[in-house]
């Protein structure tokens, strides 16, 4: 049964060339975290407070920074030591979809199928998550992973150049 986990990029490695997957990410606590062949991981980035989500993929095999390089031809490969490879047919196009505050306290995550915390959010503020929140690999609720893929799904088609604004009652874009 898959188990559902997140990654973190910078907002820049979100703002990737259009058509880009996310079909490959580097860390260096994928297995410590216990993602596997067949988990799922959605990628995030975190810009002024701000929670973006900018895709999903299905693990087919994590590998090492020199398979990865040799798989990809891409010697610009970050240097950590784990690469997740996405199973064919399941990256999604990396997208700027930021998630209105309220969508983002929805997120849960859970240790070993326990439930635990929301995001952290900044000391006195009620729209900006603590930079470090999701900051590593953390495991991810399957009810959160259930909003996540519907959000996934009513977005990917929208134009490249767009930052999308994910709220409790509509998707609103803006051009960049």
């Given amino acids: 049964m898959a188990r559902y986990f997140t990654t973190y990029w910078t907002h820049d490695q979100l703002r990737l060339p259009e ?14 975290a216990g993602v596997e062949s067949g988990d799922v991981v959605y990628v995030f980035s975190i810009r002024a407070g701000q929670v973006y989500l ?6 087919d095999e994590i590998v090492s920074r020199t398979e990865a390089i040799r798989r990809s031809g891409n010697h610009a490969l ?3 030591r784990e690469w997740i490879l996405a199973k064919p ?9 930021r998630l209105d505050p309220s969508i983002a306290r929805k997120l849960l ?12 959010f900044e000391p006195g503020s009620k729209n900006k998550v603590d930079r470090q929140a999701l ?12 909003l996540l893929d519907r959000i ?11 930052e999308i604004l ?9 051009r960049n």
């Fill in 19 to 32: 058509r880009y997957r996310f079909d490959r990410s580097g860390s260096n606590a994928y297995r410590r």
């Fill in 54 to 59: 900018g895709g999903r993929m299905v693990v």
């Fill in 78 to 80: 970050a240097k950590v």
């Fill in 89 to 97: 047919r399941t990256a999604t196009v990396i997208r700027n979809r």
């Fill in 109 to 120: 995550f859970g240790e070993n199928g326990r439930r635990q915390k929301i995001l952290f």
């Fill in 135 to 146: 900051r590593g690999v953390r495991r991810l609720d399957r009810s959160s992973a259930d």
């Fill in 152 to 162: 996934i799904r009513d977005t990917d088609t929208t134009p490249h150049a767009t």
């Fill in 166 to 174: 994910v709220t409790p009652t509509e998707v609103r874009y803006r």
